[in-house]
């Protein structure tokens, strides 16, 4: 079978749709290693979530030749700001939560990132130097990524964590085009469009408006208190993230958190009607 020829580095592939989001990185010279190890990859999209100093010398000086990408990277002041437009979002996280979440290896990782990539921005989050990402930052993924480094030296810095997740993109892109006779075949995906799925995926900032209606709701039928919260929406966060919601769920799960609320006989202030 002829193999497709690899594309130049001027094709737009699914990798322009990925994001690379640094949180909170205190040495500014590692967003230089970052901005390196991604376009060694062919990556360029670089969010950066209120970093100690950026930009700087010591950040052009590690870039070594990426200076356009830390030309083009977005400064924003939080998490929300990089991913709320996503359909896809997925943290890096070396320690076991109270609460499992899925976690998936670097490979599957490249692989539900290309499948998602093709209806939206897709995030890959990487967090503080010393301690990684907060417990509530880590919910807002709908993936953990887990390095399986030496467990008796299992520490990694950001920037090659960074490498090893683009890598692993890189190849799938790869393996695609040359399994393909005309241009990338991509794996089935979960729910995927292209297989008649009639509704694009919910972005971040509605499925977070969802959480919140949730929330708000349980809390007027008594059925959750914000002061013992007991991990409930923690795992109804896991719960509906695992499903994948698209645009036409949301709405009508807003819908039916309204009428309870209407039934409850609260005033709701989160309501949405759900489209035809």
């Not at 020829?5 to 290693?33: Q, W």
């Not at 790869?174 to 075949?185: I, T, Y």
């Not at 994948?244 to 958190?257: A, F, K, S, T, V």
Request: glycine letters at 6%; aromatic letters at 6%.
């Amino acid at each position: 079978m002829r193999k497709a020829a690899l594309p130049s580095e001027s094709t737009i592939t699914p990798l322009e749709n990925v994001r690379i989001v640094l949180v909170e990185t205190s040495h500014s010279g590692n967003i230089g290693a970052v901005a390196r190890a991604m376009k060694n990859m062919g990556m360029n999209n670089l969010y950066l979530v209120q970093p100690a100093s950026f930009p700087d010398e010591a950040s052009y000086a590690r870039a070594a030749g990426a200076a356009d990408v830390l030309d083009r990277a977005r400064v924003v002041e939080s998490l929300s700001d990089a991913i709320d437009d996503c359909v896809l979002v997925l943290g890096t996280s070396a320690r076991g939560r109270k609460v499992p979440w899925p976690v998936i290896p670097p490979p599957r990782a490249a692989e539900e990132t290309f499948h998602h990539a093709v209806q939206g921005p897709v995030a890959l989050v990487f967090g503080r130097e010393n301690h990684g990402l907060s417990n509530d930052e880590l919910q807002r993924c709908h993936f953990h990524i887990h390095i399986p480094s030496n467990q008796e030296y299992s520490s990694l810095n950001l920037a090659m964590a960074v490498q090893v997740v683009c890598y692993e993109l890189r190849m799938f892109y790869l393996r695609q085009l040359e399994e393909g006779e005309s241009g990338p075949q991509l794996l089935p995906m979960t729910r995927p469009s292209d297989q008649g799925w009639d509704q694009p995926l919910a972005q971040v900032a509605d499925v977070e408006g969802f959480f919140q209606h949730l929330e708000e709701v349980l809390v007027d039928i008594e059925f959750h208190r914000r002061d013992r919260p007991r991990q409930l929406m923690t795992r109804l966060r896991r719960l509906f993230q695992r499903a994948q919601l698209d645009q036409m769920e949301i709405n009508i799960l807003r819908g039916i958190l309204t009428s309870v609320q209407k039934s409850a006989g609260s005033a709701g202030g989160g309501s949405r009607t759900p489209e035809s």
